[in-house]
């Protein structure tokens, strides 16, 4: 076993000792380059070249072209920003007249809810004097009974009652449970 691990240290020492083998790195030669301007020139033309290569004539249709198109454009926005200030003047306009109608309809509904309130006020004023006229009836009548036993009676008190029929004579409405 000592032999092998010789022989394997003695070709490990060999072949650490051998240089690596030199690796060429090739080139390919490059094309003939056009000049930085030229180049350029090709992907974006400037004025100064078209200039430079006597095209003036091309420009000059060019930018009255350019000029009707900016023209056509500017004539087709102002047109849509008519259009649409028209369109928002109409909205408006059907909505104040809406509104309008709205109020209408809500001042006749407040009209008729104080006819009504009115009306009912008037037939509950009505009913307390009829109320009124009645206990006043009853009243001298149960004067004539002996005094002796008015005297000695329990009287019994219903606020709520009273209460109740003073609302009603003044106009309101009756106490309701939860609205009902």
Request: with cysteine; glycine share 4%; charged share 25%.
């Amino acid at each position: 076993m000592v032999a092998l691990l010789t022989c394997t240290a003695a070709v490990m020492m060999a072949w650490l000792a051998t240089p690596p083998p030199m690796e060429q790195l090739v080139v390919a030669p490059r094309p003939a380059v056009l000049s930085s301007s030229v180049a350029a020139s090709s992907i974006f033309p400037t004025t100064t070249l078209a200039a430079g290569l006597g095209d003036f004539a091309g420009l000059d249709d060019f930018a009255a072209e350019q000029a009707a198109k900016d023209a056509a454009f500017q004539a087709k926005k102002d047109a849509l920003k008519r259009a649409q200030q028209e369109q928002e003047e109409k909205a408006a306009a059907e909505y104040e007249k809406a509104q309008k109608t709205i109020a209408e309809r809500e001042a006749k509904k407040l009209a008729a809810i104080e006819d009504a309130k009115a009306k009912k006020a008037a037939a509950a004023a009505a009913a307390a004097e009829k109320k009124v006229v009645a206990s006043g009836e009853k009243k001298s009548t149960g004067a004539t009974s002996s005094d002796k036993k008015s005297k000695y009676a329990v009287q019994t008190v219903n606020k709520q009652a009273e209460r109740i029929s003073a609302r009603e004579a003044s106009g309101e409405e009756k106490p309701s449970l939860f609205g009902l």
